[in-house]
Structure formats: structure tokens, C-alpha cells
T-cell receptor, first 114, second 115 residues
Framework: GENVEQHPSTLSVQEGDSAVIKCTYSDSASNYFPWYKQELGKRPQLIIDIRSNVGEKKDQRIAVTLNKTAKHFSLHITETQPEDSAVYFCAANILTGGGNKLTFGTGTQLKVEL | DSGVTQTPKHLITATGQRVTLRCSPRSGDLSVYWYQQSLDQGLQFLIQYYNGEERAKGNILERFSAQQFPDLHSELNLSSLELGDSALYFC??????????????FGPGTRLLVL
């Protein structure tokens, strides 16, 4: 089955700096790659996603890149702010028998320090 | 607020017991997914239903079962509970994208504690 690896597990940056989180996936049939932000005790919230036919997508301070050949994708947050502090999860989706399976990475705890 | 609702918010029960978690999807979404989030296992996909039918299965234990009703709400039944079943259980619902992938929106979760 699909396996998603995520690095780093923790990331500490200064306010205003950039943060980069990287993920790799194993199944080349994966077609959709969402990123979720989860604050302590709350629901995962979709922040950006990218489909397999696109190499890069940007939404204000957040961008995602996808390299299908290398099977890796990355989240880039620029001009980080304290409210960006949370756990970030990458995920890879695969279509299977009429359904969808979303496999998550193990998460990155991002801390933005003042 | 994602539009996905889950009840109850918290549940405390004893080993060996059975519980039912409930989820209502966003208006118009036909797919419902269940996930388990524990400290040592991260977010694990359990099962997907689409318009009342099971569509995909993950690492769901035989002690666990789910169903989706005609009004599209879903229930996750957990039986013969063990201490290790203590976790956050999330439901998500989705709308279908152009390539068949489905963007999933998560509910607030049910925190289950088995004592």
C-alpha cells in the first residue's frame, strides 16, 4: 500500500522566516496531495492541495510543489507568523475500487518564535 | 467550521464496552470517511462510504464497523473496546474533484477514552 514519509518531525523558525516541510510517497498512482494544519485538540484543516497534473500551486504565503518523477512534494510557508504554529500533515490520495484512500504523513510540529 | 458535525465530543467508557460515534457530512457531500488519530499511530484511514455503500477500507479492526444511512449521516461502531482504542476519531466528508480525487473536510472529532 501507499507509504508517506514526512520530514522534519519538528521545525522551529523565527517569525518572518520561511519554513519548508517535505514529503515522499511510494505509490506512483497517487493523484492528489493535500496539506492539513492541525492545532492542538482541533480538527485537521485543509490549507492547500495539489493535483498530480500540476507542478506548483501558490496561495498567498503558502505554496506547494510536486515532483512526480521523484515522488516527493513540499510545503513552503513564507513570512511565518506565530499563528502558523501547529502540526502540519501531508497526505497522498489514491483511487481504489471506486473509492479514495488518503494516507497521511506523520506530521511536522512547526513552532514560530518571536 | 467545516460543516461536518460529529457527536459526541467526548466519550469515556470501560474496556469491553461498545460505543457508537455519529457523523453528519457537509450539505451535498456523498462521501464520508472515518479516521483514527492516536499519539503513536498518527492519522489512520479506517473506511469510506459513498452514498450508502462501502467504497474503500483501510486498517479497520474487525471489532469496528460503520454504515452510512439514506440521509447520508454515518455511524462508527466500536465494540469489545480495549485501552488501545483510546484516540481521537475524526469523520470527514468530501466533494469530488475533476480527476476523481476527493477534497476532504474534517469534523471536530470525538475523543474516546477507554478506562
Amino acid at each position: 500500500g501507499e507509504n508517506v514519509e514526512q520530514h522534519p518531525s519538528t521545525l522551529s523558525v523565527q517569525e518572518g522566516d520561511s519554513a519548508v516541510i517535505k514529503c515522499t510517497y511510494s505509490d506512483s498512482a497517487s493523484n492528489y496531495f493535500p496539506w492539513y494544519k492541525q492545532e492542538l485538540g482541533k480538527r485537521p484543516q485543509l490549507i492547500i492541495d495539489i493535483r498530480s497534473n500540476v507542478g506548483e500551486k501558490k496561495d498567498q504565503r503558502i505554496a506547494v510543489t510536486l515532483n512526480k518523477t521523484a515522488k516527493h512534494f513540499s510545503l513552503h510557508i513564507t513570512e511565518t507568523q506565530p499563528e502558523d504554529s501547529a502540526v502540519y500533515f501531508c497526505a497522498a490520495n489514491i483511487l481504489t475500487g471506486g473509492g479514495n484512500k488518503l494516507t497521511f504523513g506523520t506530521g511536522t510540529q512547526l513552532k514560530v518564535e518571536l | 467550521d467545516s460543516g461536518v458535525t460529529q457527536t459526541p465530543k467526548h466519550l469515556i467508557t470501560a474496556t469491553g464496552q461498545r460505543v457508537t460515534l455519529r457523523c453528519s457530512p457537509r450539505s451535498g457531500d456523498l462521501s464520508v470517511y472515518w479516521y483514527q488519530q492516536s499519539l503513536d499511530q498518527g492519522l489512520q484511514f479506517l473506511i469510506q462510504y459513498y452514498n450508502g455503500e462501502e467504497r474503500a477500507k483501510g486498517n479497520i479492526l474487525e471489532r469496528f464497523s460503520a454504515q452510512q444511512f439514506p440521509d447520508l449521516h454515518s455511524e462508527l461502531n466500536l465494540s469489545s473496546l480495549e485501552l488501545g482504542d483510546s484516540a481521537l476519531y475524526f469523520c470527514a466528508s468530501s466533494s469530488r474533484g475533476a480527476s476523481g480525487e476527493e477534497t476532504q473536510y474534517f469534523g471536530p472529532g470525538t475523543r474516546l477514552l477507554v478506562l
